[in-house]
Structures are given as structure tokens and as C-alpha cells.
């Protein structure tokens, strides 16, 4: 079926101007980018992002990351999309992720990931809310 995901290109993409890169790869694999906006996330944005991992270790780690530079927030459609990008994006430790994947060809390490996808239909709703209205979704 045709869904849509959620996606950030993280800050050390943007830092490394990676965007293009990163899109050429999304787009081979057949998912269309249906929304897509720079921003600078703040604090805020950041902890409701992740509140799912407050209580982990690396949460003060992983939102001051987020906020260090810009990130591309994007919606991305297509066929199977929320899975068939986890499988583009491969593994979150980029040591473990697949050849010709986005984090095994630009990732630093597991917290510096370059891109987060949607992990199943229901978060995908509700990220794609948090960062985008309606009428900014152009399918
Ligand atoms: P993401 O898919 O955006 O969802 C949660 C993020 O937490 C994950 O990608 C990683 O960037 C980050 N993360 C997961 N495990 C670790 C870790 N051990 N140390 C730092 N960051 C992590």
C-alpha cells in the first residue's frame, strides 16, 4: 500500500552538506519526497521528538545533537514507504548496516546516524504532525 514516513536529515548531513547526497539515495529507491523543510529545531521539538527514549542515557546526548546545526525534515510516500526506508537507511549503528545503505555510506557513529525514519504507521502520523500541516504535504 502507498504510505508516507517521516524523515530528518540529522546535523552532521547538514553540517557536511549532505542533503543532495542523501536525497539522491532516498529517490533511487523509489520513495518521493512529498514535503521538505530546513530548520533549526529547538530544545523543545527535540524532547517531544524523543520523549520515547527520556529515561535512556544518551537523551541530554541525543537532544543537544539535534539542536547543534540545521536538519531537513521531510515526508516521504511510496510504496511500503516506513519499511522500505528503515531498509534504505539500514542499521542505526552504522558498523552494522548494510553496503549501499545511507548510514553505511555517510554515517559517523550511532548517535551521529545522518537520518531518522518513522518506525511504523502509527509514529509516522504523529511525527509528520509535530513538523508539518496539511497543506504543506504536496503528493
Ligand atoms: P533515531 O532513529 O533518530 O532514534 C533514536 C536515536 O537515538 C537514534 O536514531 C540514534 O541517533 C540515537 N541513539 C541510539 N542509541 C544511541 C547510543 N547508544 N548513543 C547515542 N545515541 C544513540
Do not use: C
Amino acid at each position: 500500500a502507498i504510505e508516507r514516513t517521516f524523515s530528518i536529515l540529522k546535523p552532521d548531513a547538514t553540517e557536511r552538506n549532505l542533503t543532495g547526497a542523501i536525497n539522491a539515495v532516498i529517490e533511487k529507491a523509489g520513495l518521493r519526497i512529498v514535503a521538505q523543510k530546513r530548520i533549526r529545531m529547538t530544545q523543545e521539538q527535540a524532547e517531544t521528538f524523543y520523549a520515547v527514549h527520556k529515561e535512556r542515557p544518551f537523551f541530554g546526548e541525543l537532544v543537544s545533537f539535534m539542536i547543534s546545526a540545521p536538519v531537513v525534515v521531510q515526508v516521504l510516500e511510496g510504496d511500503n514507504a516506513i519499511a522500505k526506508y528503515r531498509e534504505v537507511m539500514g542499521a542505526t549503528d552504522p558498523a552494522k548496516a548494510a553496503d549501499g545503505t545511507i548510514r553505511k555510506l555517510y554515517a559517523k557513529s550511532v548517535g551521529e546516524n545522518s537520518v531518522h525514519g518513522s518506525d511504523a504507521a502509527e509514529t509516522a502520523a504523529q511525527e509528520i504532525a509535530q513538523f508539518f500541516s496539511g497543506n504543506e504535504i504536496v503528493g
